[in-house]
């Protein structure tokens, strides 16, 4: 693990497309590993897993396939955290996974503005998602957050298409 002044190198499992810029993005205070270098989720400081639903967790590593299999079907999150060392047979890394089809709703239900062509809403979500995972590591309210993350996003995805 990581000392708190060093970055936290991320294994990532099937993000959306972008996601990794704009994680690095939305990081401005660099607490993540920025060489772009792979890394397997056994050296990783957080293993961050992506799945379409409920029923697509197959890359949820296996230390804590039990937790998640149990969790997921009992609640409606679109984002489910595991700090490193919360089970008895603890990974060495925090977990993330993150269900896009319940992220979407959430973001629909938050009443943000999304783009209006279909890639740019693809390119807004991961950017959004990618918000999300940075404000796991951060102090800052929800609410200031969720509006922060999504006017960033509009304005580089905007940016892009320009």
């Known amino acids: 693990?990581?000392?708190?002044?060093?970055?936290?190198?991320?294994?990532?499992?099937?993000?959306?497309?972008?996601?990794?810029?704009?994680?690095?993005?939305?990081?401005?205070?660099a607490k993540f590993d920025r060489s772009g270098k792979w890394v397997s989720s056994d050296e990783a400081d957080l293993v961050l897993v992506f799945a379409k639903n409920k029923d697509a967790l197959g890359l949820v590593p296996a230390n804590w396939w039990n937790v998640f299999e149990v969790l997921v079907p009992k609640t409606q999150s679109h984002l489910y955290y595991m700090p490193a060392g919360t089970l008895e047979d603890p990974l060495a890394s925090h977990s993330i996974l993150i269900l896009m089809d319940r992220f979407e709703e959430s973001v629909g239900n938050w009443e943000l503005e999304l783009p209006t062509r279909e890639v740019d809403r693809d390119r807004f979500l991961s950017c959004f998602s990618a918000g999300f995972v940075v404000d796991q590591f951060s102090n800052a309210s929800f609410k200031e957050t969720l509006w922060g993350n999504a006017e960033r996003c509009n304005v580089w995805i905007e940016a892009e298409a320009g």
């Open 1 to 29: 693990m990581a000392h708190a002044q060093e970055p936290l190198k991320v294994s990532v499992h099937a993000a959306p497309p972008g996601f990794y810029e704009f994680l690095l993005l939305h990081d401005d205070d």
